[in-house]
């Protein structure tokens, strides 16, 4: 029990540290870009991990299926080439690269209607970068994936730390050197070499690329449900920079730098929690219950920060963000509230993924994009415009999530599959 606890430590402080380190290098570039420029790197930071936030759906169902593969006393072998066959199975590298190569495909192949939206001219520049980084993600959340499953936190908290530090550091040095998107973009993607001298210095890490999991298509379709969730997710989370850019109703673009720095600057905190996936699914995986004290402090907590926010927040941007950073305090507010209900349908969505309801975390996330794409349509002011797109979509998307995964609904699916054809009728 000590050694799990002194794991999660780890875990926890290399999160923490990532996330810090990747704050402050979006604060250096809101205080070094002002407004206007800021919505301009945070278009090409956006897409980028709004595109690789799809994958988190890749690692999810890797943790998911080692996890309960470990609990089963099923085999994972690890080994070398005299391991247990493949056959019928799917192993981590190499399904995580092919599902990296498929998407950079579909990136480039929509490109033309979302390149000119959200990155203007020049972004078919862009794309090879993109192409590359998403391949490289692909491969990496599946190495994080079977690190969790198998409760590898060392070599886990080691891949978060190194990522986000190396990342951070780079894009720092862009910003200073050079104001080119194709230099912030390499910058941002600078975090897979973190990955390569991993794989290169670890056997841990090595090893995840003959990890058998078995029943190939199952797994396969179950990583697509889990990867199109996660698109949904990283499209509302990550991206929504970008899909505010892409319909804006004629605002300055001083004016969505400043929308897009407290959305954005708001939300570091998701960072953290992102990072905790791994472990939470894992948990969950083995059967824990959520108890009510975590419940009432995240509510009591949420309605301090809430309240911070509104009476701080306008003053605290001016002085962390310099001027030009200008805004009310009910909105400041108001995205603290989104931020943390998109905590609740993040959080709802693993719940639904660990119970076997594939199809219900796609349609809560999948409502959440939607939702989110309607409310920023809405013929109303840029602010208020936000703020819906901020609020009602975790609602929606959390209570489809609670709704089609509670115990009582899975057990009357499992009832009828099992009935045979015109069961029920005397």
């Given at each position: 029990m000590g050694e799990r606890r002194g794991a999660m430590a780890g875990v926890a402080g290399a999160s923490v540290a990532s996330a810090a380190v990747t704050w402050f290098g979006l604060l250096l570039a809101a205080r070094l870009l002002g407004p206007s420029g800021y919505g301009e790197f945070m278009a090409v930071w956006s897409v980028l991990f709004a595109a690789t936030g799809t994958l988190a759906g890749l690692q999810q169902e890797v943790t998911r299926r080692v996890a309960t593969t470990g609990q089963r006393g099923g085999s994972i072998p690890v080994g070398g080439p005299g391991g247990a066959s493949s056959h019928g199975s799917a192993h981590v590298w190499s399904g995580s690269v092919l599902a990296g190569l498929l998407g950079a495909a579909l990136l480039v192949a929509a490109s033309p209607w979302w390149g000119p939206r959200?990155?203007?001219?020049?972004?078919?520049?862009?794309?090879?970068?993109?192409?590359?980084?998403?391949?490289?993600?692909?491969?990496?959340?599946?190495?994080?994936?079977?690190?969790?499953?198998?409760?590898?936190?060392?070599?886990?908290?080691?891949?978060?730390?190194?990522?986000?530090?190396?990342?951070s550091v780079v894009v720092v040095g862009a910003l200073l050197l050079t104001g080119s998107r194709i230099g912030w973009q390499v910058a941002i993607l600078s975090g897979?070499?973190?990955?390569?001298?991993?794989?290169?210095?670890?056997?841990?890490?090595?090893?995840?690329?003959?990890?058998?999991?078995?029943?190939?298509?199952?797994?396969?379709?179950?990583?697509?449900?889990?990867?199109?969730?996660?698109?949904?997710?990283?499209?509302?989370?990550?991206?929504?920079?970008?899909?505010?850019?892409?319909?804006?109703?004629?605002?300055?673009?001083?004016?969505?730098?400043v929308v897009v720095a407290v959305v954005v600057n708001a939300r570091a905190p998701l960072l953290l929690l992102g990072s905790f996936q791994g472990p939470v699914i894992r948990w969950l995986a083995g059967g824990s219950r959520l108890r009510a004290a975590p419940v009432v402090a995240g509510v009591v907590g949420t309605g301090l920060a809430v309240l911070v926010g509104w009476i701080a927040g306008p003053g605290l941007l001016l002085l962390v963000f310099g001027g030009g950073f200008v805004t009310s305090g009910a909105f400041v507010g108001g995205v603290v509230l989104g931020v943390a209900l998109t905590a609740v349908v993040t959080l709802s969505g693993w719940w639904a993924l660990v119970r076997g309801r594939h199809s219900v975390h796609v349609a809560g996330w999948a409502a959440v994009a939607v939702a989110t794409v309607v409310c920023l349509l809405l013929p109303l002011p840029l602010g208020p415009r936000a703020l819906a797109a901020l609020l009602v979509p975790p609602l929606v998307g959390a209570a489809i999530h609670l709704l089609g995964a509670r115990p009582a609904a899975v057990g009357s699916r499992r009832r009828r599959a099992q009935l045979p054809a015109g069961g029920g009728r005397g």
């Open positions: 959200v990155w203007g001219a020049g972004w078919a520049g862009l794309l090879p970068l993109l192409a590359l980084g998403f391949v490289g993600y692909a491969w990496a959340n599946g190495v994080t994936g079977s690190l969790a499953g198998r409760g590898a936190w060392s070599w886990y908290a080691a891949t978060i730390l190194v990522e986000g530090l190396l990342r897979l070499l973190g990955w390569v001298v991993l794989a290169a210095a670890s056997e841990q890490v090595r090893s995840t690329r003959l990890l058998v999991l078995g029943e190939r298509r199952r797994f396969l379709a179950d990583s697509a449900r889990a990867v199109l969730a996660a698109g949904c997710s990283g499209v509302t989370i990550a991206g929504f920079p970008a899909l505010l850019l892409a319909t804006r109703q004629g605002e300055s673009a001083a004016a969505l730098g």
